[in-house]
């Protein structure tokens, strides 16, 4: 079963922040970020290999609660370079992605 | 390192027509997978390998079938085309150890009419 992501789009102006959520219902030991821009393939931004760790990447950073099995991806200051189409994976086994947040940053 | 390429780019299939799409990559990745994309949807995986000869099916392998007889390359075979898989595929490798990060290619974007 496919994680479930929250909320399905974000609009967002330049230097703004937001929060990309990401449940399963199942026992997951990592969870993968991906974005992927308009026409492009997907690009690994993170994991997130232990409990309550925070990974970064620039201005984007994540966390994985393991006993509630979310993770969250968080965006400081957004800049028009991020938007795209977030996706994240859980690995219980294979990795199954969720259905993506489309982020669309404006000047 | 050209990382993760595929051919073709694009291509139209007429039902019932059958064709291979090609995925090759020179990273020396064991792990090797093929997933699907439809319009406004995630990645759906449909066949997934560890290693040469070894394979393996992802949540949507009905209709394909793939072949791991190198390391390098992890062809998709479609048989009998449907326009139910109209769809973007994407090949994707990666390393076992480390962070398990997944490297794509750049797609085939196939029709199906």
């Known amino acids: 079963q496919q994680p479930v992501q929250s909320p399905q789009a974000v609009i967002l102006r330049e230097g703004e922040d937001a929060v990309i959520n990401c449940s399963s219902s199942k026992a997951l030991y990592s969870v993968h970020w991906y974005r992927q821009k308009h026409g492009e393939a997907p690009v690994f931004l993170m994991i997130l290999l232990k409990g309550g760790e925070q990974k970064g990447h620039e201005k984007i950073s994540a966390s994985f609660n393991e006993k509630k099995q979310q993770s969250s991806l968080y965006l400081t200051a957004s800049q028009l370079s991020y938007s795209g189409t977030y996706f994240c994976g859980g690995r219980g086994g294979k990795l199954t992605f969720g259905q993506g947040t489309i982020l669309t940053v404006h000047p | 390192n050209a990382g993760v390429t595929q051919t073709p780019k694009f291509r139209i299939l007429k039902i019932g027509q059958s064709m291979t799409l090609q995925c090759t990559q020179d990273m020396n990745h064991n792990y090797m997978y093929w997933y699907r994309q439809d319009p406004g949807m995630g990645l759906k995986l449909i066949y997934y390998s560890v290693g040469a000869g070894i394979t393996d099916k992802g949540e949507v392998p009905n209709g394909y079938n793939v072949s791991r007889s190198t390391t390098e390359d992890f062809p998709l075979r479609l048989e009998l085309a449907a326009p139910s898989q109209t769809s973007v595929y994407f090949c994707?490798?990666?390393?076992?150890?480390?962070?398990?990060?997944?490297?794509f290619g750049p797609g085939t974007r196939l029709t199906v009419t």
């Open positions: 994707a490798s990666s390393s076992p150890s480390g962070t398990y990060e997944q490297y």
